[in-house]
């Protein structure tokens, strides 16, 4: 196939100072794109600022002969994600590829939590991307052009004791990108989610490190090139990524069992769920409505 290249677009990325948004910025850059490169320098729970790691990368991409701009704001701020999308009209007219990036980690169990540390991891990866998207899409929906790939994690779609905050966040992505899909639809603005597995900062002191050595960020950045391209022609997809491992990730629904009205009961659920969760034929939605359909109008 056709080499993909980003000639003549323009990709905002956030958390772009080092790892897996570092490894994105430095592969799009090299393929043609010009990019703004947010990050706010802050340490891996989100304290502090510091404005050399955005200017590192930007220097990287511009040694190899690369176009590229920093950025420091902070987008867990609707008014530091409308200043960094504006930044990229500012600097080079528009936005085409938009990459939702940053993230922070505070553990700990739920039970020993901070409510304020469930609500920072929450307003930097959610809302976060959630605030850079809705900032972009008037401008991509003005040019009928716009690539999205928001980034959620296993710990997400699968769980991991100890990231309740992290794994909500991330998996509320999935449904962000479930409704953005249909917006954007009609404005050729395809949404599309990357669950990366790299060994960066966040993962080298988990107990699976030595075993993804081989996951280095630049190998995710390879589908997420892809899903920020024009190649790219689908939306709503969930791609797992790492080490050369590729797998498209699926919300399912079983068949289920329809019961007659008059028997629904507690005990009715409780002796039919070998059926109900019988995982055979089962099948994705598309929307919520196509999910109500196959409930309510069986067959």
């Known amino acids: 196939m056709n080499p993909i290249r980003f000639d003549n677009r323009v990709a905002v990325i956030t958390g772009a100072g080092g790892g897996l948004g570092r490894a994105h910025a430095l592969l799009l850059a090299a393929r043609g794109a010009r990019v703004v490169v947010n990050d706010l320098g802050g340490t891996l729970n989100g304290v502090g ?49 938009l990459i939702n990036n940053a993230g922070i980690l505070r553990d700990k169990s739920l039970a020993k939590m901070d409510p304020a540390d ?17 900032a972009a899409l008037g401008h ?24 309740t905050n992290y794994g ?13 899909k249909l917006e954007g639809k009609k404005y050729n603005i395809l949404v599309n989610t990357v669950a ?11 107990p699976f490190a030595a075993m993804i050595k081989e996951a280095s960020p630049e190998r995710v950045s390879a ?5 920020a391209s024009e190649a790219c022609d689908f939306s709503g997809e969930v791609v797992a990524a790492g080490a050369g491992y590729f ?23 409780a002796a039919n769920w070998g059926k109900i969760a019988d995982m055979a034929g089962a099948r994705p939605f598309d929307s919520a409505g196509a999910a109500l359909a196959g409930a309510f109008l069986p067959g």
Not at 144 to 161: C, E, K, P, Q, W
């Open 168 to 180: 909500a966040a991330k998996l509320g992505l999935v449904g962000l990108m479930n409704s953005l």
């Open 140 to 163: 991509m929906q003005g040019q009928a052009y716009g690539r999205i790939v928001m980034t959620t994690s296993a710990a997400g779609l699968y769980g991991n004791f100890g990231q």
């Open 247 to 269: 797998a498209r990730v699926q919300i399912m629904e079983s068949q289920g069992v329809h019961l007659v009205l008059a028997d629904v009961s507690p005990e009715a659920v």
């Open 223 to 227: 589908a997420v090139a892809f899903l």
């Open 49 to 97: 600022g510091d404005s050399a790691a955005a200017d590192k990368v930007v220097a990287e991409i511009k040694a190899a002969g690369g176009e590229a701009t920093p950025n420091y704001d902070n987008i867990a701020s609707p008014e530091g994600a409308r200043h960094l999308i504006q930044a990229a009209i500012d600097t080079y007219g528009r936005i085409d590829v």
């Open 118 to 134: 469930f609500a920072s991891v929450v307003a930097v990866h959610l809302m976060g991307s959630a605030y850079c998207t809705q």
């Open 196 to 206: 990366p597995v790299a060994l960066t900062r966040m993962t080298e002191d988990l």
